[in-house]
């Protein structure tokens, strides 16, 4: 598919690691040979160029002084998660979709590996990428019947205790139905795209992206019931604060957008009407990227089903009956030995024996 020439790729990256800067300036360049325009921050522009000696090549436009968001084709991200989330909350509200690198650890969100910099930048230039949803939250904060806050989140939000050595008691409520209450250090409620980041460290479930649906994950609860519980997209989820410790709280999102939260607080999450928008390279199947990204042994796996297997011999399923509905044999009575039944002679012989033998066993 041939490109539009003239394409402004927004570069996003760690100015504070030499990798990310050498990455970005290799960008830059392959950009510039493809025909497209590299746009940067103003204050990444000054920090590569200190870091950098200042190439004479490198000549990016400014966000904000040569163009603005709404003129961005794609945003490139050179990091790892927490880059994208970086980067997902600054083009909040414009529509632009973002392709990472990743140069962190695990790196679920990224895309492509820093070896692989060279073939991303073709894509781009070639418009050889397709532009998924990822659902995200709409987080409200109400203390005292009014609203203080709102925020979003990708990955998750959760509500936390403010102090280490007091647990938060908090009330689970799903669709202003109350559910139950626990004192905990803090609760995970989370996205399936965050499902593979706090709330499963929390102890949560693994959830596909594609599955629509909304995470509560409590963290170290002191109850009996706090499994994690899996709800409906179009649910909402509420977290109150409770005055019986007077303990306050702390909402995270994403962990970069904080609220406080005192007694009484109650935070609210729901499924945002804007998704977050990632350019995608190649349609790798979720449980491969899992297995890649954990690292997951996968020895024993004898591969897909062929198609001439599945055309094979069908053999009869059995159905197994229950034991309680199958013929019962003929009850046969336990052979057991007749009790006797002492008689007040015996009773009284026994009685005059312990007065006269005390503490001689009967």
Known sequence: MPYTPGRRILVLTHTGREDAISAALQATRMFAEEGLVTV??????AAIRAAAGDPPEFAPETLGVDCELEDITLGLVLGGDGSVLRAADFVRGYNVPLLAVNLGHVGFLAESERTDLHRTVQAIASESYVVIERMALDVVVHVEGREVARTWALNEASVEKSHR???LEVVVSVDNSPLTSFGCDGVVLATPTGSTAYAFSAGGPVVWPSVEALLCVPISAHALFTRPLVVGPRSTIGVDVLTRTRETG????DGRRTVELPPQARVEVSRSAEPVRLARLN???????LVRKFRLPTDGWRGPVTAQERAGVLHEVETVEPRHAGPRPDVVEPATMPLSVPSPADIQR???RGARHPGEDA
Request: glycine share 0%; charged share 35%; proline share 9%.
């Open 40 to 45: 940067m921050l103003e204050q990444d522009v």
């Open 165 to 167: 050595e007091r647990m």
């Open 250 to 253: 702390v909402l995270w999102c």
């Open 283 to 289: 349609p790798t199947p979720f449980a491969e990227r």
């Open 350 to 352: 026994h009685r005059d």
